[in-house]
């Protein structure tokens, strides 16, 4: 186990009607508040004006950037500093998923940075500070309620980057699992998706000696394969929705990676997908996993993808090392096509003339990965296998 | 899953020389610090020297509250909080094992209570904030390193009780594994069993779909199975002592218990055994323990015995429901034996004419527990059966 420093400083309201705790805990921050949301689902489902109901009876003042996109753009960043340099903002709060969420922190982030924000997005270190953020969740996927990271899209530059800082990390999120019954099946899916992506980056590590963080990462997948096909059935599971949403949080807050190296490929991989495609994050994660798995099977390997097989899948240890890795991996590949998504980027419109590009950007850094470290050759290699 | 508030403000330095963060963090809070340790093993393991060291190159000035014993009295409490009344201390610093951490934690409550301490201990109504805590961790056992609990006895009226309030989690802790290297045998197996009990308190309840809790639980409790005996064997293998030091703060920080209905019945009876014996808690919990399993078994309680028998021990689902509760039973019971762990109250001295006193105090809030609701008479029983 490798050394680290562990803090989640998020508090978290857990459950049906905690939204009663909002007003409270906004004001202990201050009254102006910059409300920040996405296509307009809170407006359909009631959220919206629940919200405007608190907001008039608490006498907390608030302003909107709606319209957020999923991949959140560099501009709407921009938009919302605006409004806080303006009207004097007090707390961002974000409802709605991850990308709402990002583009909240990096206002956050951005309000206090002297300069255009794309630049703390490129470089988190001249992040200092941030106003604070909260946030009201309505989608089991990223994690970013309970995390200081975000990733911001730059369709000038055709760029999708992660940035951070502790400052970031909302005071407060609020998880009503109720707020997710709405979601489409096809979002239900790419956030479980997700989810079970965030695990894999971590779980599949060269470090020995992490057993806890180990079992741990595996309580979570079985979790997600528990409650991801229950969630797309029975669309108002409360118990499907809970343990989903919960996983989401937990997933992606250090608890899993923290004394690890983590690995993290399979998400550089996707950013590019996402920044050329506009494609659904959790959906081109699903498509490449089950490949890069394939390409990361060797020698060196192998015996993580058993520990994987006969602990998530249950499959007989007595069998052959190789046979329980191949196992693993097909039972992960349908898994998500029980989830119904598809086996093939072309599916999902990625073209093969972009691929090079795509493996050239992913790379640009340096290789990805330390479990089985990839080349932009690599990259490329995958890209095409999973065409 | 029932609705939770979730906050764990504590920030872990996790590692060998983890130490080194001591000062800076200090100083967050002032230079004033009031050193908290038990029996002496610091002073023998290097750990002291290396305090005063650090102290006194930082200019950080500190005073002394040794000798604080297990099972910590409200008698070093008073002490602790006249020091800090008479020095002006900024920040107290325990270093030790849970005694140490939940008597510092009290002293820090202490300070701003205008009263006997031991009043906060009976009505933790009355705290309302505390002095900032630290600590330095060489036991794996408590979890008080990353909670905001804290149990203290008093012997003069034989109560043994818990309190705490959120200003009592500590503001950071250091937990360095190879301080747990020198730990004796003894306290290394009752360290584990403590950890396994608290996971035990949370995993058996009778609240619904918490499956992330459960399986989190179980990847604990597989945890302490792989290591507890490694770390007898091995006292100095880093991966044994670094695994469950980690687990220890996890099992009851929230992490497990948050979203459930909880036990706690088998330390409520442990609480006695202490109060009355002053015996190691963490022996008493494990020879308690299997006997509370035996005693709670039955028709509505059966298929959480065997979720755990199967999840945790590894025993074939297709036999019939009440052998693999049986037989999970009977494999903590033996662990519990490997760890040198008696399985009788009579082998730590506890007597036959005590226990009707015992179970009147233990219930004297009344029934224990949810799962297995416990009267007065269900507590003499067990522990009769225990003796």
């Given at each position: 186990m ?8 998020t ?6 009607n ?8 906004i ?7 910059l409300?920040v949301?996405?296509g ?9 004006d ?6 008039n009876?608490n006498?907390?003042?608030?302003w909107?950037?709606?319209g ?5 753009r560099?501009?709407?960043v921009?938009k919302?500093?605006?409004i806080?340099?303006e009207q004097?903002?007090?707390?961002i ?5 991850g ?7 990096v ?7 002297n300069g255009?924000?794309?630049e703390i ?6 992040i200092?500070?941030s106003?604070?953020?909260?946030t009201?969740l ?5 994690g970013?309620e ?7 899209t730059n369709l000038e530059?055709?760029?999708?980057l992660?940035?951070g800082h502790p ?6 999120s609020?998880?009503d699992?109720?707020y997710?019954?709405?979601?489409p099946q096809?979002h239900?899916?790419a ?14 590590s060269?470090?020995?000696g992490?057993y806890?963080?180990n ?5 979570l997948?079985?979790?997600?394969i ?7 059935q029975e669309p108002?599971n409360?118990?499907?929705r809970?343990?989903l949403?919960?996983t989401?949080s937990l997933?992606?807050n250090?608890?899993l ?10 998400h ?8 050329f ?5 959790g959906?081109g994660l699903a498509?490449?996993?089950?490949y890069w ?11 993580k993808f058993?520990?994987?097989g ?6 007989n240890?007595d069998?052959d ?7 693993a991996?097909?039972k992960?590949r ?9 086996s093939n980027?072309?599916?999902v419109?990625?073209e093969?003339?972009?691929?090079k590009e795509m ?5 640009r850094?340096?290789k990805l ?5 990839l080349?932009k050759?690599d ?8 065409l």
């Amino acid at each position: 186990m490798l050394n680290f420093n562990y803090s989640v400083p998020t508090k978290v309201f857990f459950g049906k009607n905690k939204i009663d705790l909002l007003a409270e805990n906004i004001k202990k921050y201050g009254s102006n508040v910059l409300l920040v949301y996405g296509g307009g689902s809170i407006k359909r489902n009631g959220i919206y004006d629940n919200l405007i109901e608190i907001f008039n009876e608490n006498d907390i003042n608030f302003w909107e950037l709606g319209g957020v996109k999923p991949n959140p753009r560099i501009s709407s960043v921009r938009k919302g500093i605006e409004i806080c340099q303006e009207q004097g903002i007090d707390i961002i709060l974000a409802v709605g998923g991850g990308s709402t969420i990002d583009c909240a922190k990096v206002i956050g982030a951005g309000f206090y940075y002297n300069g255009d924000p794309w630049e703390i997005v490129t470089d988190p270190s001249k992040i200092e500070d941030s106003l604070p953020i909260a946030t009201i969740l309505t989608l089991a996927a990223t994690g970013s309620e309970m995390n200081a990271g975000a990733v911001i899209t730059n369709l000038e530059t055709k760029e999708k980057l992660g940035t951070g800082h502790p400052s970031m990390a909302p005071k407060f999120s609020i998880l009503d699992p109720t707020y997710t019954f709405t979601v489409p099946q096809k979002h239900t899916a790419a956030g479980t998706a997700d989810i079970m992506s965030h695990i894999f980056e971590v779980y599949f590590s060269k470090t020995k000696g992490a057993y806890v963080q180990n079992r741990m990462a595996e309580a979570l997948l079985k979790t997600c394969i528990n409650y991801g096909t229950k969630a797309l059935q029975e669309p108002e599971n409360y118990e499907a929705r809970a343990n989903l949403m919960w996983t989401a949080s937990l997933a992606i807050n250090g608890l899993l990676s923290d004394g690890k190296e983590t690995e993290w490929s399979v998400h550089a991989m996707e950013h590019e997908l996402s920044a050329f495609y506009d494609i659904t994050h959790g959906t081109g994660l699903a498509i490449l996993t089950p490949y890069w798995m394939e390409y990361s099977l060797n020698k060196k390997t192998v015996d993580k993808f058993v520990e994987y097989g006969v602990n998530v899948w249950g499959i007989n240890s007595d069998n052959d090392k190789y046979e329980i890795a191949q196992t693993a991996i097909e039972k992960t590949r349908e898994y998500f096509n029980l989830l119904g998504i598809p086996s093939n980027l072309s599916e999902v419109g990625i073209e093969a003339e972009k691929l090079k590009e795509m493996a050239k950007q992913a790379t640009r850094r340096g290789k990805l990965g330390n479990f089985k470290p990839l080349t932009k050759q690599d990259v490329l290699n995958i890209y095409k296998k999973a065409l």
